[in-house]
């Protein structure tokens, strides 16, 4: 294995120091090994970096000791850097991408004076394994693809210099170097992460069936990347025209293929809040949705649309002919809350209680006047929602209408002050639709027919008597 012709292709440009990403597995261990050859050649700094997530006990710790003493054996430039993944996470947020962004705050802290790159063992394995997993997120070739050779995100520039061998290719070099005391992380068996289940069970028997399986998918990952590349370059010369403008035209915006709008989005999004933002596919949905209502209307109608950006506070705002960002905050903001309502089953807000449940589809169920009980078709209903206050410019389809009615006109029609309409939650889809607000109304939104196999129950159990239409 060597990294010349991969330094050779990629000039350094100047920096100084590379800080290379070392867990003591064979991949970080190998590649902290061959940067350590190439700092002597090329004259830049090198720091391993380990981090210790809080997550394994002692063998985490022990993995973080024997980092530190691989690196003092042979004079390498050691930080160790403790995170608490568990108490971190977001509402909703798994552990892995906790540990992810936690990662990729501190690369940025250490990345952002001298010029710097970061160092991360992927390898080829992993970009198959990766392409598994974000074609379950519904991703696009760049998401498919997002293991790159070269990778700017913020204000870091991070390189896989090893991006191109195999995981076996790796554990031979490392023995051809007398290394094979190379820490192994028992949680990689574990099968309640998602990566451990396709590296570990699908990937394997695919293999087994299709011997060139994984020959073949990194030779589709690579016609992909030319693809993603080509569209991303064409995207970043357009977002240059508009750069650092606070509002876009929505007839700008909606003159763009849908491969261009989505990545202009991410840009934007990403230049505006300062952050790499990425878009998900209910996000741009939501999005591309609000924005030609609100064109095919621009002349009869000046309602707008808020979705929802970051947590509760940051929402990109859809009126008339523009679309900005907006901060919106209340004088008593209640945190916004992602309810699993599969598996937990109840979820306090406030003073109050909403219920969920499931059942087999009998009868047709009777709607209550008081739209404390509300059912929906189980089958049709995204895995998770969102659950928050009630912002200014919320508008949502009443069940049984077709065009969209704002909130503040539902609450007026049943004589609610401010103080209970603040404590009224409004229940979301993670891409910010309204599909219930308790109490009040429910929305046109995956109703139930004959077709229904599975009902999804909704109870809102108040501290105030129901308002009567």
């Keep these: 294995m060597d990294l010349k012709c991969f330094f050779s292709m990629e000039p350094l440009n100047g920096v100084k120091n590379i800080y290379s990403g070392f867990s003591g597995g064979p991949d970080s261990t190998a590649l902290l090994i061959l940067l350590n050859d190439e700092s002597k050649r090329l004259g830049f700094h090198l720091k391993a970096v380990h981090f210790e997530h809080g997550l394994r006990g002692k063998e985490g710790v022990a993995d973080a000791g024997w980092c530190r003493k691989f690196c003092e054996f042979r004079n390498i430039d050691f930080m160790g850097i403790s995170l ?54 519904g991703s696009n070739s760049s998401g498919l693809t997002s293991l790159r ?14 991006l191109q061998f195999r995981r076996g290719d790796i554990e031979d ?48 990952i690579y016609a992909l990347e030319q693809d993603a590349d080509y569209i ?61 209502k609100i064109f095919e209307n621009r002349k009869t109608d000046r309602s707008s649309a808020l979705i929802p950006v970051n947590g509760d506070t940051l929402f990109l705002k859809l009126k008339a002919d523009h679309v900005s960002l907006c901060e ?79 909130l503040k006109k539902l609450f007026e029609s049943r004589k609610m002050d401010s103080e209970r309409k603040d404590s009224t939650p409004v229940v979301c889809t993670s891409a910010g639709e309204i599909i219930w607000v308790p109490g009040v109304r429910r929305a046109n939104f995956a109703n139930i027919g ?15 008597s129901s308002y009567e239409p």
């Design 173 to 220: 070099f490392l023995r051809s170097k007398g290394i094979s005391d190379w820490r192994t992380d028992s949680s990689n068996t574990e099968e309640d992460y998602r990566r451990n289940f396709f590296r570990n069970k699908v990937i394997p028997l695919i293999s087994e069936r299709f011997p060139n399986a994984g020959s073949s998918v990194l030779k589709s």
């Design 232 to 292: 991303e370059s064409a995207t970043s010369d357009i977002f240059k025209a508009v750069k650092s403008r606070k509002s876009i035209e929505i007839a700008y915006l909606k003159a763009m293929h849908p491969a261009i709008l989505v990545r202009f989005l991410r840009l934007w999004l990403s230049e505006q809040t300062g952050s790499d933002y990425i878009p998900d596919s209910d996000f741009i949905a939501r999005f591309t949705d609000e924005m030609n």
């Design 84 to 137: 608490d993944v568990n108490n971190s996470r977001h509402a909703g947020e798994s552990v892995e991408a906790a540990a992810r962004r936690l990662r990729l705050r501190q690369w940025k802290v250490l990345a952002e004076d001298t010029p710097s790159l970061v160092a991360l063992g992927h390898n080829a394995n992993d970009k198959v394994e990766n392409v598994f997993l974000r074609l379950l997120r």
């Design 450 to 464: 004959p077709d229904t196999k599975r009902f999804a129950i909704f109870s809102f159990d108040s501290d105030f």
């Design 328 to 406: 919106i905050r209340k004088d008593e903001k209640i945190p916004a809350l992602a309810w699993k309502w599969r598996t937990v089953k109840k979820i306090n807000w406030r003073n109050s209680m909403i219920k969920a449940d499931t059942a087999s589809a009998g009868k047709q169920p009777v709607f209550k006047r008081d739209e404390k009980n509300v059912f929906f078709d189980a089958d049709e209903m995204p895995e998770g929602l969102i659950v928050r206050q009630w912002l200014d410019g919320d508008r949502m389809i009443p069940f049984g209408k077709v065009t969209q009615v704002g």
């Design 149 to 162: 050779k070269i990778q700017k995100i913020g204000n870091i520039t991070i390189i896989r210099p090893i």
